[in-house]
């Protein structure tokens, strides 16, 4: 079985504190996937022939620095990139970043 995808979470802080949320996101959660931490899992990421990141949370703009970079990192390295966001009502979208990493 090949692994295509990666879904790095960030964070569990969120906004919100929705009773749906699958990773118990909440404002009270604290810590953040640092950058060494990113770097990290991307080199294995590419040494084991994965295709794609996404970033997500609780809310990965919370740490908009940390998301921003993680992302400019694994489009430098060839990754198909994505973010998941927080949407009215705790309906989650999920967005592919284009040529630009301004988001």
Avoid: D
Wanted: aromatic share 12%.
């Amino acid at each position: 079985m090949k692994l295509s995808g990666l879904h790095i979470l960030l964070t569990y802080q969120c906004t919100r504190a929705c009773e749906h949320c699958f990773v118990w996101g909440s404002p009270r959660q604290r810590g953040v996937f640092g950058l060494e931490q990113i770097e990290q899992v991307l080199e294995q990421a590419k040494e084991a022939g994965v295709e794609w990141v996404y970033f997500e949370g609780g809310e990965p703009f919370i740490y908009y620095n940390v998301l921003i970079k993680g992302v400019q990192r694994a489009k430098e390295m060839g990754f198909a990139v994505g973010y998941r966001i927080e949407r009215l009502l705790g309906r989650f979208r999920c967005r592919s970043c284009r040529a630009s990493t301004t988001l």
